[in-house]
């Protein structure tokens, strides 16, 4: 057998039929993708074997004597030491219950027999894509996450910050809102609807009016809300880089000046649709250069913020009025973040830019989001301030260069 120190680079699966026949004809199938193969005669025997090796994929035959298929995959699915390797069940029945079960029980896809070689061939490469997928998720998240912890251990006792040192912790306070949408298995949850929509769907059909009926019809915008989670995330991480390699913001395009605006309020669209009006007027025609994921981030804080605080003071949802301006000053654009919240208090104006200052409590807010945003537009040749106007609220100015004006 082939070396088991090492995963192979294709991925190693673990083939589990009582029929030496089939797992030959599996493997001879298989074998020209260069995977490597262990092999189990029965259920008892699988999970020995997984008991010492790792794999990416198990390939299951569910009719076997003493322990079915089915019971493998739940004995699994129950051990907290089994690592999540993907489980194509193989089967003669395809009824909607069996799936049903199967999937409940821990299978990630199924295999009908007699099994048609290219169907095979599809489902083990999906599923051996979506396993690695996974796993390097999750070993970046987990190096992600020592990054932080290690550079929010120095700042906490750091006299001052330095610029990496406060973008870098600034990940942690960042990385908590596209967090909640990501799911480390969001290829595992397409997989799995592509083989139970099907079945579900038949049964909302058959009760319209049921929960599992409504669920059906609300999974595919969940997943679409997991994925746009997970590319936010994607360009936080890539901000990062960017920083650590000398300071530059990345990329820099003419933009409209509308542009970053627009996508923070469709990165902020759930969040308004529960209260908050939002109005924008920004005229056609102005420009400005820049990196537009980092400034759109700059009026994601901005709003957040403002929500936050209305909220906090307990203004009302539909009380809560946001507005965003853009003017052109001699080559220099002004923008005005205005809302109708309860203000900033003087004595605290002079130091909400301040990293790690925070009127929300520890347990709700950083103090990082304005020294984020101040950051960002350092380094786009901007400047933001904060005035309390007379007729009440808060109003934030940015100021930064037009399109030809140092971009």
Same mark, same amino acid.
């Given at each position: ?272 649709? !529960? ?62 973040? !205005? ?20 009127? !929300? ?47």
């Amino acid at each position: 057998m082939e070396n088991l120190d090492q995963p192979p680079v294709a991925g190693r699966i673990l083939l589990v039929d009582d029929s030496n026949a089939h797992r030959n004809f599996i493997r001879q199938h298989l074998a020209a993708d260069g995977y490597t193969f262990l092999q189990a005669a029965n259920g008892k025997q699988a999970l020995e074997t997984l008991a010492q090796h790792e794999v990416d994929l198990i390939i299951l035959d569910h009719n076997m004597p003493e322990m079915t298929g089915m019971e493998v995959c739940q004995s699994l699915r129950e051990n907290p030491l089994h690592k999540g390797a993907p489980i194509i069940l193989v089967t003669a029945n395809n009824t909607a219950d069996f799936l049903a079960q199967g999937l409940a029980a821990g299978a990630s896809d199924f295999v009908g027999k007699p099994y048609h070689p290219q169907e095979l061939l599809a489902r083990t490469r999906t599923a051996i894509a979506r396993r690695k997928a996974e796993v390097e998720l999750q070993e970046y998240r987990q190096h992600l996450e020592r990054l932080v912890e290690e550079r929010t251990r120095q700042l906490v006792h750091a006299d001052r910050l330095v610029t990496l040192g406060t973008l870098t912790a600034g990940v942690a306070h960042e990385i908590n809102n596209p967090n909640n949408f990501i799911v480390v298995n969001l290829g595992f949850l397409n997989n799995f609807w592509v083989v139970a929509h099907p079945i579900l769907a038949r049964y909302a059909e058959e009760h319209p009016t049921s929960r599992l009926a409504m669920g059906v019809r609300e999974v595919k915008e969940a997943l679409e809300g997991i994925g746009n989670g997970s590319k936010r995330i994607t360009e936080i991480v890539a901000t990062l880089k960017s920083h650590a390699k000398g300071g530059q913001p990345g990329v820099k395009a003419i933009l409209p000046a509308n542009a970053p605006v627009k996508d923070a309020l469709a990165i902020l669209l759930p969040r308004l649709k !529960k209260g908050g009006e939002v109005t924008v007027d920004i005229p056609e025609g102005l420009q400005l250069p820049g990196n537009r994921q980092q400034l759109s981030q700059v009026f994601i804080n901005l709003v957040t913020n403002a929500l936050d605080a209305m909220s906090e003071h307990g203004q009302p949802p539909k009380e809560q009025k946001i507005t965003i301006s853009c003017t052109d000053k001699r080559g220099r654009l002004l923008y005005k973040v !205005k809302d109708n919240g309860p203000g900033i208090p003087a004595a605290i104006l002079p130091k909400i830019f301040e990293p790690f200052f925070t009127t !929300k409590g520890e347990t709700v807010g950083t103090g990082l989001g304005l020294s984020i945003v101040t950051t960002i537009l350092n380094e786009h040749g901007g400047k933001i301030s904060a005035v309390c106007p007379l007729e009440g609220g808060s109003e934030f100015q940015i100021m930064l260069p037009a399109a030809g004006e140092g971009g």
